[in-house]
Each structure stands twice: as C-alpha cells, then as structure tokens.
C-alpha cells in the first residue's frame, strides 16, 4: 500500500494547504469531480510553486471536518435522522460515526440500482452479546428487499440474487469463517461475497440435464455479523462497525418483531420513496474521494447518499473514521503528538495509549485489547516496523521511530497534527535506506 520512490528528491516538496475535513467537499450532479461552492474549492485546492502560501502548522481544528458548511435541507435529511434515531432505540453503536454510517448504509440500499460497488456492513465484536444481532435486526426491517441467512450454502445464496438485487445480511459468520478449517471449508461463499462487491461479476454453473451453462448475479449490498474479524478480502470490501458489550448504566428498549416492525417498515417505505426519483442523479454523482482504490469504492455510495439528503448529512458522511487502517495511523500521530513528538516511543507505551481511546476500536479487537502483534500486522501493510529503541536511562526496548511513521501521515492522515520534518528525522531516514 506504500509507495517507495527509487531516490530522495533534492528538492523540497511543494507545500499543501492543508484538506478541510477527512472527506473531499460535496458533489452536484452532472458536475463530476466538482465542488459545491467555490469557497471550498479553493480550501481544498493543492499550493504549488515559489509563491505558494505555507500551509498552517495546525488546522482550526484536529480534523477540520467542522468547518463543512451544511447544505440546502431536504425530504431526506429529515428521513435519515428519524432513521438513525430507531437505530440508536433498539442498539448501542460504539460510536456517533459508527451510527450515522449504519443510517447512510440503510439508505444506500435503496440505491443499488445506480452503485458500480455494493459496500459490505462488517458488524463484528470480540464476543457473544455485543449487540450484532440484535442491529441485524433492525437492518432487516429497514433495508431494500431483505435476504437474511444463517450458515447458509453458496448456492443458495446466489440463487437468492437477482438482476434488481436484494440485500444479504449474514449472520453468525464465525460458523462460517471462524477458525481456519471453517474458512477454508467455506472458500466458495467467501469468494461469493468478494464477488458481489462489484457489479457483473458472475458466478457460472451448469444447470439442467443437459448441463447448460447459466450466469448467476452475485452483486449486492450485504450485512455480514459475526464474532471476530471476517477474512480480510472481506474486511477489505466493508464499512466496518466493531460492537462492544453495553456498559453499566448504557440501557436501550428490547425490540419486539409484532410490536416495532410496523414503525420500522414505515421509515423504510418512505425512504424507498425518497430514493425512487433520485436514481439517475445518484448515478450521475461523483464525488472526490481521498482514498483510493477499494476504499473510495467501498464508502463512495454512503457519501453520495449523504450528499442526496442534504443538510448536515454530506458533512457527517465526511466525518465518518478514516478508512481501513488509515484510523491507526491517526490515532498514533495523535498519540506521538500528546506526548510532545517524541523522537521515538516504546511498543508498551504505544498500546496502552491505543487501548485506553474510549470511541476507539482498539481495546475491542481482541481479547486484553490491541496486541503488540495486532499492532505490527497493521502497521507492515504500510511499510512500518517496530525495531529497538532507547529509553532516558540508557536501556533498549521494542517500539516504534517516529520517522517511520512520517510519509504514511502524509499519504492517510494529513490533516491529523501536520507535522514536517526534523534534523533528527531526516538523519534517521537516511540511516534506514
């Protein structure tokens, strides 16, 4: 995922001015890669040149996204948030930003029609009653046409799948992906799901006596619940919401199927509605994305959802955790910018700070939390190992340099504490080529 260059450049490199917010600004339709208003445009514009003005060492704010304007409210703006708050009556999310991608992800549903990629909802917790089911619950009540399975085979679920497609929401996943005999065992369903994250991608089988060969769709938006990480093509292909068990005093109403059905089928045919006429202009939408690749796949329909619905919809979207492993790469610049930009810090110190974030996923990825091994998997997709650092009193522990860190801040998190830099940084890059 790092880019390496073959040599150091000579030069400085042109100064940026600095994203206003995580997310790009709104799209309008029929204006692909535009922004909404100028003033926004030249916010988020690239500085190049002699005369280029430095960008400030710190934004407003850590983030920036709160300076995203709200746009022109509409039927929808209202439609998601009554959405959001059933959600929040029935199920505890671990987070803000994790609920408003639960609602954004409802409702682009009901778009499908117009998504070159069908994102997947990971719901995963590290154990029993963490509230998975429970938000698969009242997916299945909301969501467009609803397809719920439980250890289903592949070959029913691709002959559930039509060319209007319906929405999977799979639960209990670890009895199928759960240990490595499991996934193994399971390979196909698991390349039925890779598959369906992107339209026209076939499954083909023979069908018949006569053995005719016949396509079987498989794209469409599913929900995929289940105890544990799911495999990480599939990780890879998901907006992903890890549940934790509620906490002493967190209480929410007990959903009862006769009783809270018909309110939830009520949001859902409105949303449905909603949704009908905007079709072509959701297909005509493109916003700019500040990820790449799979990543701006995966979140590009729950933004565009959110720039359809209007009011603080589009800036919510744009607030939603950095994709991927982008989020640990945040959090630890945050982490090394508390502590005063250490030149390095140990392993131990790194991860009890990352365990103890509260709206953090950190001390919820497994058991005891983020593990010194957790972390460095993370960490060697973006080029980053730990190595031996010395502390005050002259021992050696493993950690981390903060110079290794500095070109993936760049890349995935510039708006994070920007930094530049030191002597100290540059004579440890060159020590490390």
Known sequence: MTESTASRP????PTTTPTVGGWPPVAKAGEPGTYLLAQQSEQLSTACGPDAEAAPAEPATPDGTDLIPDTEASEGTDLLAQLRALIAKFVILPSEEALDAATLWVAATHLQGSWQHAPRLAVVGPAKRCGKSRLLDVLTETVHQPVLTV?????????????????L?????????????????????RGLLNAGHQRDRYVLRVVGNDHTPRRFHTFAMAAIAGIGDLPDTIMDRSVVIRMRRRAEGESVCPYRT??????????RDKIARW??????????????????DRAADTWEPLVITADLAGGPWPRLARQEDNPGGARILADIRRSFHAAGDPDSVTTDQLLFTLNGLDEAPWAESARG?????????????????????RLGDGTQRKGYTRHKFLDAWRRYCPTVHPSTPTATDENAGARSR
């Open 10 to 13: 000579t030069t400085k490199a």
């Open 151 to 167: 250890n289903s085979t592949p070959a029913a679920v691709f002959r559930s799948i039509t060319e209007e497609p319906p929405t």
């Open 169 to 189: 929401l799979v639960d209990e996943a670890d009895t199928i992906f759960g240990s490595p005999k499991m996934a193994e065992k399971n390979e196909e369903m």
């Open 258 to 267: 006769m009783r809270d059905r018909p309110a939830l089928h009520a949001i």
């Open 275 to 292: 949704t009908a006429p905007l079709a072509d202009q959701a297909l005509c939408l493109e916003p700019t994305m500040p990820v790449e």
């Open 369 to 389: 939390g983020l593990t010194p091994r957790g972390l460095g998997s993370m960490l060697r997709e973006f080029g980053i190992t730990s190595g031996n650092v």
